[in-house]
Nanobody, 118 residues
Framework: QVQLVESGGGLVQAGGSLRLSCAAS????????TAWFRQAPGKEREVVAR????????HYVDSVKGRFTISRDNAKNTAYLQMNSLKPEDTAVYYC???????????WGQGTQVTVSS
Protein backbone atom coordinates (compact mmCIF):
# COMPACT_ATOMS: atom_id res chain seq x y z
CA GLN A 1 0.00 0.00 0.00
CA VAL A 2 1.52 3.28 -1.13
CA GLN A 3 0.90 6.55 0.69
CA LEU A 4 1.44 9.80 -1.20
CA VAL A 5 1.83 13.25 0.33
CA GLU A 6 1.97 16.38 -1.80
CA SER A 7 3.57 19.66 -0.81
CA GLY A 8 4.68 22.91 -2.41
CA GLY A 9 1.39 24.50 -3.38
CA GLY A 10 0.56 28.10 -2.65
CA LEU A 11 -0.36 31.49 -4.02
CA VAL A 12 1.75 32.95 -6.82
CA GLN A 13 1.38 35.76 -9.32
CA ALA A 14 0.95 35.05 -12.99
CA GLY A 15 4.30 34.36 -14.59
CA GLY A 16 5.71 32.93 -11.40
CA SER A 17 6.88 29.42 -10.54
CA LEU A 18 6.14 26.70 -8.04
CA ARG A 19 7.61 23.27 -7.46
CA LEU A 20 5.31 20.55 -6.20
CA SER A 21 6.66 17.47 -4.45
CA CYS A 22 5.05 14.07 -3.95
CA ALA A 23 6.63 11.96 -1.24
CA ALA A 24 5.82 8.26 -1.34
CA SER A 25 6.02 5.67 1.41
CA UNK A 26 4.89 2.13 2.03
CA UNK A 27 5.67 0.65 -1.37
CA UNK A 28 8.23 0.25 -4.13
CA UNK A 29 8.00 3.72 -5.60
CA UNK A 30 10.38 2.89 -8.42
CA UNK A 31 7.86 0.38 -9.78
CA UNK A 32 5.02 2.84 -10.27
CA UNK A 33 4.04 5.18 -13.05
CA THR A 34 3.43 8.50 -11.30
CA ALA A 35 1.21 11.32 -12.47
CA TRP A 36 0.06 14.77 -11.48
CA PHE A 37 -3.63 15.55 -11.89
CA ARG A 38 -5.47 18.79 -11.23
CA GLN A 39 -9.04 19.78 -10.60
CA ALA A 40 -10.32 23.32 -10.86
CA PRO A 41 -13.65 24.41 -9.36
CA GLY A 42 -16.53 23.21 -11.51
CA LYS A 43 -14.26 21.22 -13.80
CA GLU A 44 -13.37 17.57 -14.15
CA ARG A 45 -10.07 16.25 -12.88
CA GLU A 46 -7.47 16.12 -15.66
CA VAL A 47 -4.07 14.54 -15.93
CA VAL A 48 -1.38 17.19 -16.23
CA ALA A 49 1.73 15.05 -16.61
CA ARG A 50 2.91 11.53 -16.02
CA UNK A 51 6.26 9.79 -15.82
CA UNK A 52 7.16 6.14 -16.22
CA UNK A 53 8.91 4.24 -13.40
CA UNK A 54 12.39 4.73 -14.81
CA UNK A 55 11.78 8.40 -15.57
CA UNK A 56 12.71 7.87 -19.20
CA UNK A 57 9.26 8.58 -20.63
CA UNK A 58 7.04 11.56 -19.81
CA HIS A 59 3.75 12.89 -21.14
CA TYR A 60 2.11 16.30 -20.77
CA VAL A 61 -1.29 17.74 -21.50
CA ASP A 62 -1.01 20.30 -24.29
CA SER A 63 -1.89 23.26 -22.07
CA VAL A 64 1.26 22.85 -19.93
CA LYS A 65 3.81 21.73 -22.52
CA GLY A 66 6.91 23.89 -22.38
CA ARG A 67 5.97 25.29 -18.96
CA PHE A 68 5.75 22.28 -16.64
CA THR A 69 8.32 19.55 -16.06
CA ILE A 70 7.66 16.28 -14.28
CA SER A 71 10.56 14.38 -12.75
CA ARG A 72 11.26 11.78 -10.12
CA ASP A 73 14.02 10.70 -7.77
CA ASN A 74 13.46 7.03 -7.02
CA ALA A 75 16.23 7.05 -4.42
CA LYS A 76 14.22 9.63 -2.48
CA ASN A 77 10.81 8.10 -3.28
CA THR A 78 9.70 11.48 -4.53
CA ALA A 79 8.16 12.89 -7.68
CA TYR A 80 8.17 16.55 -8.64
CA LEU A 81 6.27 18.96 -10.82
CA GLN A 82 8.15 22.13 -11.71
CA MET A 83 5.66 24.73 -12.88
CA ASN A 84 6.94 27.84 -14.64
CA SER A 85 5.19 30.73 -16.37
CA LEU A 86 2.08 30.03 -14.35
CA LYS A 87 -1.25 31.35 -15.59
CA PRO A 88 -4.50 32.03 -13.71
CA GLU A 89 -6.04 29.07 -15.54
CA ASP A 90 -3.53 26.81 -13.79
CA THR A 91 -5.37 27.47 -10.53
CA ALA A 92 -6.55 24.12 -9.16
CA VAL A 93 -6.01 21.48 -6.54
CA TYR A 94 -3.10 19.35 -7.72
CA TYR A 95 -2.99 15.65 -6.90
CA CYS A 96 -0.22 13.12 -7.12
CA UNK A 97 -1.22 9.59 -8.15
CA UNK A 98 0.57 6.30 -8.76
CA UNK A 99 -0.17 3.01 -10.46
CA UNK A 100 1.39 -0.10 -11.87
CA UNK A 101 1.48 -0.14 -15.68
CA UNK A 102 -1.71 -1.56 -17.15
CA UNK A 103 -3.84 -0.66 -14.15
CA UNK A 104 -5.80 2.37 -13.02
CA UNK A 105 -4.39 4.97 -10.65
CA UNK A 106 -5.06 3.33 -7.30
CA UNK A 107 -2.99 5.53 -5.03
CA TRP A 108 -3.72 9.22 -4.49
CA GLY A 109 -2.44 12.02 -2.34
CA GLN A 110 -4.67 14.47 -0.50
CA GLY A 111 -3.99 17.31 -2.93
CA THR A 112 -2.31 20.68 -2.68
CA GLN A 113 -3.88 24.00 -3.69
CA VAL A 114 -2.23 26.12 -6.36
CA THR A 115 -3.64 29.59 -6.87
CA VAL A 116 -2.33 31.90 -9.58
CA SER A 117 -3.38 35.53 -9.35
CA SER A 118 -3.57 37.80 -12.37
Amino acid sequence: QVQLVESGGGLVQAGGSLRLSCAASGGTFSGYTTAWFRQAPGKEREVVARIRPSGALTHYVDSVKGRFTISRDNAKNTAYLQMNSLKPEDTAVYYCAAKFDGTNYAYWGQGTQVTVSS
